[in-house]
């Protein structure tokens, strides 16, 4: 049976199945993992207890110390390593939907992605990712973290999501590949910065208007991004906007775990907990599984570009001329090599930084010839 048709057959025994209990909803079991807090447990459970009066069809089941006060289930274990060992088998034995943790070692290739409320807009948008690590190749864990973004906010109700790039080192090199997957039939559709510039690679201002649906990143950019937009009205140590760092999203994983800070307070808890259920019912191992096929198909896989073999032997520059016109798109790690390629070809060139970025200068006369030859390279 195909993907599609398995989803369809699902979808109408669930829907058949909400019809029948009179819920609004499927119902579904989350569970939450109190061990290793920097707050109150008391604020943790409050924030289960809020999930479920919004939802009729949701039961959160507590793993680890509980403040002795809640009726919720618990399994009140006190070893980290026991709590990850009863969360696997809960999972694995289908007692629990998802799990939403402060701590769990994910593998190389698994990373998360957040949700956060934009202050400007106060409408949702994904960083992709924010704990984890999609690929020990840069440029490549950040076309993995665009499909995994992409996939997390298919699962949670957004049919079409907008993508760009965070303005960070090697987002100009993810822009190529994925504009390169596009053309090969990976169909997502870009967003665009809110700034005369315009295109998808994003600025700071743009994070707070929330431009886009899903921001991809490298995952250190990510996490402290969460931390800011989760934690900027409280000082710092007590998380209170968004849905935390989200699910682990990766090949050959298929358990649903969504991951908390440990300095979450009730409204991140509460996030957390319905952004969890939300991918749950959406069928995000489904989902991700048809967008890594489709990404696969289009050449997800990069091709590690290695530096010319004479990239740090010395290479004179021309005689120097004013430098009057910027080329931009430049990555800023290439921005060196990119110049010497030009030296190499006797154009006079020099790296500067613009306002959006990384920019090489040179003289009007050369610029037309300068792109050729940084085309030819694969610098733009």
């Known amino acids: 049976m195909s993907d599609y048709r398995q989803l369809t057959r699902e979808v109408f025994l669930e829907t058949a199945q909400v019809l029948k209990t009179g819920l609004t909803s499927l119902p579904i079991r989350i569970g939450l993992t109190t061990l290793g807090t920097e707050v109150e447990i008391k604020d943790l459970i409050k924030g289960a207890q809020i999930a479920m009066s919004r939802d009729p069809g949701l039961e959160v089941v507590i793993i680890g110390p509980d403040n002795g006060e809640s009726e919720l289930k618990n399994y009140p274990l006190q070893k980290e ?4 060992e009863l969360l696997e088998k809960l ?18 290739g698994v ?37 995994y973004g992409v996939a997390v906010a298919k ?8 993508v760009g790039i965070l303005n960070v080192e090697g987002a100009r090199q993810v822009e190529r590949h994925l504009l390169a997957m596009q053309s090969r039939g990976y169909q997502f559709q870009w967003g665009e910065s809110q700034r005369i510039d315009g295109g998808p690679i994003l600025r700071g201002n743009d ?10 990143t490298d995952t250190l950019t990510g996490n402290i991004l969460m ?7 409280s000082g710092g140590d007590y998380e209170v906007v968004g849905s935390g760092y989200g699910p682990g999203v990766g090949e050959n994983f298929e358990r649903l775990i969504c991951i908390l800070s440990r300095a979450s307070g009730t409204p991140v808890v509460t996030g957390a907990i319905e952004f969890c259920a939300s991918v749950s019912r959406g069928r995000l191992n489904m989902v991700k599984n048809q967008e890594f096929k489709q990404a696969y198909q289009a050449g997800w896989q990069i091709e590690v570009q290695q530096r010319p073999a004479n990239a740090d032997q010395e290479v ?20 060196e090599d990119a110049v010497k390629v030009l ?8 790296s500067g930084m613009g306002c959006t970025g990384p920019v090489i200068m040179v003289s009007a006369e050369d610029k037309q010839l300068a792109v050729a030859i940084l085309e030819e390279n694969q610098y733009l």
């Open 81 to 84: 390593d026991e709590v990850h």
């Open 91 to 108: 999972l694995d034995n289908g007692d629990l939907n998802g799990v939403v943790t402060m701590h769990y070692p994910f593998p190389i």
């Open 111 to 147: 990373s998360t992605v957040g949700k956060v409320i934009t202050p400007a807009r106060g409408k949702p948008m994904y960083i992709a990712t924010t704990t984890g690590t999609s690929h020990v190749n840069r440029i490549q864990a950040m076309v993995k973290n665009a499909v």
């Open 155 to 162: 699962a949670d109700g957004v049919q079409n999501p907008r």
């Open 207 to 216: 994070l707070i208007m929330g431009s886009v649906d899903v921001v991809v």
């Open 227 to 233: 931390k800011l937009f989760s934690s900027y009205t």
């Open 316 to 335: 004179a520059a021309p005689p120097a001329k004013p430098t009057d016109t910027q080329i931009s798109g430049i990555d800023i790690l290439q921005m």
């Open 343 to 350: 030296w190499k070809h006797s154009i006079y060139a020099a």
